[in-house]
């Protein structure tokens, strides 16, 4: 496979770039050089998607840093996606870094096994990360970002690109809290896709349109059923992404990819106790079935109609002033300085393995009396494994022993969901779903984990990036918390 590589700036510096207020400088060309591996450092992993790996990385002339896409090519080639990868080249092209809401790339290049996209490092991570760890966003919050990402895709949709996978892991922030759109790898770009069409046969045109592109809770119901995608597309998973910032959760669940569908199709989800009433009704007016009925979707002049909702009331588009503070925490991850700059086998391996949760300490000697929850000899380890082959529960816990389990409420933005909490040796503490049996998440467990007791029922569980709201409606959190603050001696005996 081969792409053609170079710098992405070349065509758009030989371009007059017309600066409006979407207009970022563009950054100077410094060498017209190709580009390889060894020109970076490769540093700790960003993100993973099913083709490719996003790793920070630092320039090794400049010191800058980027986030570098890596795709394997013979992964590429054997799943045949070799299209959305040179469609995403060519629509992070065609924006030519030209509008501050959108990550630019700076070059591509590759050698015999991969390619690579050097991209903008958005400092601040994942518009998701940053929802889940206030639980929801404010109102003025919640403005501020809708309005960005109205701009940003007047600006896509003007382009004629729709996104298509448009979600809150795709919206990055930068170091100043602006938002950066990421991952084109779904985009459409219409005026290629029409000319295309014209050109081919009905029944192939029928076969393409059918392809399932993007993340089950975000597609529009167009997506799912045979019309083709197009710009209000995007304005589908806009009012999804309006609705998880107003709740904390996304407006289609379910536990699996098929029930979602369903709901997306029959357009059943419920707005919670407490949404503010006229982000309920832009939602309202994004979330509807029929593309060309959402808000926005048929303007003269995009989306004016959006502009003018009331949510937006006295907003300055020219100038929506400086973001709202919502975290103090710029994540800093430095890149050790003496790795050597390039890729391969052996560092790819070794920067995934950085992903992977510290092994847990060697077990302490069993203490009497007092006996603590993890006082477990392993004979007695390993019988209470054997019995906890008959526990519904087993196959969530990846063979670690079961030392607690129980329902507890977990609150989410202004959701409370009931889930059966497993509390593990690992250690683990793991939650899912009684009623579909799905695995839901797991709270992360280090030394700076800590529980504590509100009263009987209510008790809260904190790590350095959140706080989990927890309810036991059985009234046992003072027990929860014994049990989470025995196994945090247990394996961090240095922080109790
Ligand atoms: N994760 C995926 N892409 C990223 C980027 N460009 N910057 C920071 N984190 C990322």
Same mark, same amino acid.
């Given at each position: 496979?081969?792409?053609?590589?170079?710098?992405?700036?070349?065509d758009a510096c030989q371009q007059v770039l017309v600066r409006t207020r979407y207009m970022k400088m563009t950054p100077p060309v410094e060498?017209?050089?190709?580009?390889?591996?060894?020109?970076?450092?490769?540093?700790?992993?960003?993100?993973?998607?099913?083709?490719?790996?996003?790793?920070?990385?630092?320039?090794?002339?400049?010191?800058?840093?980027?986030?570098?896409?890596?795709?394997?090519?013979?992964?590429?080639?054997?799943?045949?996606?070799?299209?959305?990868?040179?469609?995403?080249?060519?629509?992070?092209?065609?924006?030519?870094?030209?509008?501050?809401?959108?990550?630019?790339?700076?070059?591509?290049?590759?050698?015999?096994?991969?390619?690579?996209?050097?991209?903008?490092?958005?400092?601040?991570?994942?518009?998701?990360?940053?929802?889940?760890?206030?639980?929801?966003?404010?109102?003025?919050?919640?403005?501020?970002?809708?309005?960005?990402?109205?701009?940003?895709?007047?600006?896509?949709?003007?382009?004629?690109?729709?996104?298509?996978?448009?979600?809150?892991?795709?919206?990055?922030?930068?170091?100043?809290?602006?938002?950066?759109?990421?991952?084109?790898?779904?985009?459409?770009?219409?005026?290629?896709?029409?000319?295309?069409?014209?050109?081919?046969?009905?029944?192939?045109?029928?076969?393409?349109?059918?392809?399932?592109?993007?993340?089950?809770?975000?597609?529009?119901?167009?997506?799912?059923?045979?019309?083709?995608?197009?710009?209000?597309?995007?304005?589908?998973?806009?009012?999804?992404?309006?609705?998880?910032?107003?709740?904390?959760?996304?407006?289609?669940?379910?536990?699996?990819?098929?029930?979602?569908?369903?709901?997306?199709?029959?357009?059943?989800?419920?707005?919670?106790?407490?949404?503010?009433?006229?982000?309920?009704?832009?939602?309202?007016?994004?979330?509807?079935?029929?593309?060309?009925?959402?808000?926005?979707?048929?303007?003269?002049?995009?989306?004016?109609?959006?502009?003018?909702? +009331?949510?937006?009331?006295? !907003?300055?588009?020219?100038? &929506?002033? %400086?973001? /709202?503070?919502? $975290?103090?925490?710029? @994540?800093?991850?430095?890149?050790?300085?003496?790795?050597?700059?390039?890729?391969?086998? +052996?560092?790819?391996?070794? !920067?995934?393995?950085?992903? &992977?949760? %510290?092994? /847990?300490?060697? $077990?302490?000697?069993? @203490?009497?009396?007092?006996?603590?929850?993890?006082?477990?000899?392993?004979?007695?380890?390993?019988?209470?494994?054997?019995?906890?082959?008959?526990? &519904?529960?087993?196959?969530?816990?990846?063979?670690?022993?079961?030392?607690?389990?129980?329902?507890?409420?977990?609150?989410?933005?202004?959701?409370?969901?009931?889930?059966?909490?497993?509390?593990?040796?690992?250690?683990?503490?793991?939650?899912?779903?009684?009623?579909?049996?799905?695995?839901?998440?797991?709270?992360?467990?280090?030394?700076?984990?800590?529980?504590?007791?509100?009263?009987?029922?209510?008790?809260?569980?904190?790590?350095?990036?959140?706080?989990?709201?927890?309810?036991?409606?059985?009234?046992?959190?003072?027990?929860?918390?014994?049990?989470?603050?025995?196994?945090?001696?247990?394996?961090?005996?240095?922080?109790?």
């Amino acid at each position: 496979m081969s792409i053609s590589c170079g710098n992405v700036n070349s065509d758009a510096c030989q371009q007059v770039l017309v600066r409006t207020r979407y207009m970022k400088m563009t950054p100077p060309v410094e060498e017209v050089r190709k580009r390889s591996p060894s020109d970076y450092i490769f540093g700790k992993v960003l993100g993973e998607g099913s083709f490719s790996t996003v790793y920070l990385a630092k320039d090794v002339h400049t010191n800058r840093e980027y986030a570098i896409k890596v795709l394997e090519k013979a992964h590429i080639t054997r799943e045949k996606k070799t299209e959305y990868v040179m469609r995403e080249k060519e629509v992070l092209r065609l924006l030519g870094g030209s509008c501050q809401y959108f990550v630019h790339l700076y070059w591509t290049f590759q050698d015999a096994e991969r390619l690579y996209f050097v991209l903008t490092y958005a400092k601040n991570g994942e518009l998701l990360k940053q929802i889940d760890k206030h639980e929801c966003f404010n109102i003025e919050c919640t403005r501020y970002y809708t309005a960005e990402l109205v701009l940003a895709l007047e600006y896509l949709h003007g382009k004629e690109i729709v996104h298509r996978d448009l979600k809150p892991e795709n919206v990055l922030f930068d170091e100043n809290w602006h938002i950066l759109i990421t991952d084109f790898g779904s985009a459409k770009i219409v005026k290629e896709e029409t000319e295309r069409c014209d050109n081919e046969s009905d029944t192939n045109f029928r076969k393409r349109r059918n392809s399932f592109v993007g993340t089950a809770q975000f597609v529009s119901p167009e997506m799912l059923t045979d019309t083709s995608s197009s710009y209000a597309s995007d304005l589908w998973a806009l009012g999804c992404i309006v609705y998880q910032m107003v709740s904390g959760l996304m407006p289609f669940r379910g536990g699996s990819e098929y029930l979602i569908f369903q709901k997306i199709l029959n357009l059943e989800y419920e707005y919670p106790e407490g949404f503010d009433k006229i982000a309920k009704d832009l939602v309202e007016k994004l979330l509807v079935i029929v593309p060309n009925k959402r808000l926005g979707a048929i303007d003269a002049k995009p989306y004016v109609s959006i502009r003018e909702h +009331e949510l937006f009331n006295g !907003l300055n588009w020219v100038n &929506l002033g %400086p973001p /709202p503070i919502i $975290s103090d925490s710029i @994540s800093e991850h430095i890149i050790p300085d003496h790795l050597e700059p390039g890729l391969d086998e +052996e560092k790819v391996s070794r !920067l995934q393995l950085d992903l &992977l949760p %510290p092994a /847990p300490t060697p $077990s302490r000697k069993k @203490s009497q009396p007092g006996r603590k929850i993890t006082d477990l000899s392993p004979d007695e380890i390993k019988e209470r494994l054997d019995e906890q082959k008959t526990n &519904l529960y087993h196959t969530f816990v990846g063979g670690n022993l079961i030392l607690k389990q129980g329902l507890v409420d977990k609150k989410k933005g202004l959701f409370a969901r009931r889930r059966m909490f497993l509390l593990t040796l690992g250690p683990h503490l793991y939650y899912v779903d009684p009623v579909t049996m799905v695995l839901k998440g797991e709270i992360p467990w280090s030394g700076d984990l800590r529980a504590e007791a509100k009263n009987f029922k209510i008790f809260f569980v904190y790590t350095p990036n959140r706080k989990y709201y927890l309810e036991d409606p059985e009234g046992y959190a003072l027990e929860w918390c014994k049990a989470i603050e025995d196994v945090k001696t247990h394996y961090f005996p240095e922080k109790s």
